[in-house]
């Protein structure tokens, strides 16, 4: 038998039907919703007369529209208010499992995914989201898809496509502390560029990646799709058994017994054949800003923006008001954004709460939020009073979802303003019209609220 | 769905690598709970000096004359020519509904990113892929002469132009069919509605916590 990478044998379990040409039915597993991409999809399905395939695979909540203010009053957005109530209807009239805005384990939905165990090792997972790869991190398949795949996956619980080319990214040694997950990934797009990974499932691997905590894995894989990879994955080991161990969706009693013995097989093979294969050593990583348009253009908090720069690079200078060979730490930033797919989970409260202790907002910052990614994962920072660490700083305390992530919300940059931000894209107007992004992790994030440029937090540790 | 057959047709040039999903179609006007009327506010940030609404009347708003899009003698075009890794970013299926309904029905570039690649096909949109030296040749004509034409045809996978050069493309031979025919992916799929249920059938016995009530 040929050895085979991890993705090939998730891959391999769940091809229903190929066609010669390699085209493949695959079947899903989980299929997780949200209020942006679907409701396009169920008027689809009720214009065709369809129903819906398999309903207890779904997990439906709301992120992207919702207010991070208190909700008991609704929305005041009508437009925002229409799409929620819409995903509402939806789940109501086809009775399916959804954790509405005032539910305490509503939150983003590739953070309430793993929270809940509805995202579990060795599952094809789906969302009409591109940072659904974050769910790889348990060593599943999960990927991002259109509106019409969703509706495809409704209909049919399966999707048609081929199989991606396998490509091992192993980042060996061992980072120094205050170099988070969120930097090894950064570095990793820098070194691969925005489409590196087009075509391929990426493997993560190596010993920095097996010392992280199953939540740095999910900052990982959450940004493969940022290096062009659909989907990110890590082997199983003991972390990822112990994390998913109790959770309300996971298995119970002998089926735990049973699912476990499979999901320690979720591994790639000795000798197994990936088609590229890049190798970071984790000893020599910085802390990384990005300080362009698009998160390959990222740099050390030590270094500078780059001095010879392509037509790309200037224009996204530009647009960032930045000049070519400014040293990173002398860039100021208006507000601070701790949240995000990427960053708002347990842990990375806990470790910019840590920076922030005792200390005050930086005079220049005219906001910084902090926005936990679940319900759950909110009153688990009050209980361990997190809240009053930010609060007493001068940051605001918000209610879970996407938030200035994307500012589909009110939460968003002001024309011109700059954010050092915990999520995952520094577009052009991705926060707000003419805002400008510096993507960073969350004690990054932390330090620059303290001094109101970035600095390099290792000096805290 | 929409199919596609052949065109022959002027192009817009779009001279900037990694344009992204959220450059394609901003973030507000996904609010929309429809697939159609996205046309006007393609590429927003770029065509509009003052930020838009959902649902305003954008025929107010205060242009960029120099930016692509705005310019006249580009007002035809249905063949939009791109760079490297054209709709990077997110899986927002509004980005291929935008770029339809504005009027192009090929997408030119020497790469997709995935998802969108994917969202194309699903909408009767076709994203050609060219290599580098043949997308510059593009590039140079129309920058040389905006009303340069070129002949699209799905069926022997070509594009030629004026000067009689052309250029083959490949596609999946099962993407062909489906935009060729304009078929609907899920009639396909459930064409195998059997063979799913045996698949779900055998993975209930060996994975039967993936069925056990939420
Ligand atoms: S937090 Fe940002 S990246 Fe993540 S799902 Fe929400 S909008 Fe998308």
Known sequence: ?461 | MKSFAEITSTLLPLDRSNVDTDAIIPQQYLKSVKRTGFGVNLFDNWRYQDPGLLGQDHSQRRLHEDFVLNQEKHQDAKILLARENFGCGSSREHAVWSILDYGFEVVIAPSFADIFCSNCYKNGLLPITLNDGDVDYLFEQVKADASYQCYVNLDSQIVKDENDKSFSFQIDEFRKYCLLNGYDEIDLTLQHESKIKEYEEKLKLTSPWLFAAN
């Not at chain 1, 939905?109 to 348990?138: F, K, N, R, W, Y």
């Not at chain 1, 959770?247 to 093979?269: I, T, Y």
């Not at chain 1, 005050?360 to 910052?365: D, G, M, Q, R, T």
């Open chain 1, 1 to 461: 038998m040929q050895n085979k990478t991890l993705y090939d044998k998730v891959w391999q379990n769940h091809v229903v039907h190929e066609r010669d040409d390699g085209m493949s039915l695959i079947y899903i597993d989980r299929h997780l919703v949200h209020e942006v991409t679907s409701p396009q999809a169920f008027e689809g399905l009720r214009l065709a007369k369809r129903d819906l395939w398999r309903k207890d695979s779904i997990l439906a909540t709301v992120d992207h529209n919702i207010p991070t203010t208190d909700r008991s009053a609704g929305i005041d957005d009508v437009i925002s208010k229409t799409q929620v109530d819409t995903l509402d209807q939806n789940c109501k009239d086809y009775s399916l499992t959804q954790f509405s805005m005032l539910d305490a384990r509503q939150g983003i939905v590739h953070v309430i995914g793993p929270e809940q165990g509805a995202s579990l090792p060795g599952m094809t997972i789906v969302c009409g989201d591109s940072h659904t790869s974050t769910h790889g991190a348990l060593g599943a398949l999960a990927f991002g898809i259109g509106t019409s795949e969703v509706e495809h996956v409704l209909a049919t619980q399966c999707l048609l496509m081929k199989k991606s080319k396998n490509m091992l990214v192993k980042i060996n040694g061992q980072c120094q502390s205050g170099v988070t997950a969120k930097d090894i990934v950064l570095a990793i797009i820098g070194k691969l560029g925005t489409a590196g990974a087009n075509g391929h499932t990426i493997e993560f691997a190596g010993s920095a990646i097996r010392a992280l905590s199953v939540e740095g894995r999910m900052t990982v894989c959450n940004m493969s799709i940022e290096a062009g990879g659909r989907a990110g994955m890590i082997a199983v080991d003991d972390a990822t058994i112990e994390y998913i161990a109790g959770r309300p969706f996971s298995p119970k009693n002998e089926h735990w017994e049973l699912a476990v013995k499979q999901w320690r097989m979720l591994n790639s093979d000795e000798g197994a054949h990936f088609d590229s294969e890049i190798d970071i050593n984790a000893d020599e990583l910085q802390p990384q800003v990005t300080w362009g348009t698009s998160p390959e253009m990222v740099a050390d908090v030590n270094g500078s923006v780059p001095d010879n720069v392509s037509d790309d690079q200037r224009r996204a200078l530009q647009y960032m008001d930045l000049q070519p060979g400014t040293s990173i730490s002398d860039i100021k930033v208006d507000k601070v954004f701790i949240g995000s797919c990427t960053n708002s989970r347990i842990e990375d409260l806990r470790e910019a709460a840590n920076i922030i202790q005792d200390r005050k907002l930086a005079s220049n910052i005219k906001l910084a939020m902090v926005v936990p990614g679940s319900g759950l994962i909110k009153q688990q920072a009050e209980q361990e009073g997190l809240d009053i660490v930010f609060k007493a700083a001068g940051f605001e305390w918000r209610e879970p979802g996407c938030s200035m992530c994307l500012g589909m919300n009110a939460d968003q940059l002001e024309p011109g303003e700059r954010c050092a931000s915990t999520s995952n894209r520094n577009f052009e107007g991705r926060q707000g019209k003419g805002g400008r992004t510096h993507l960073v992790s969350p004690v990054m994030a932390a330090a620059a609220a303290v001094h109101g440029h970035f600095v390099d937090v290792r000096r805290y540790l």
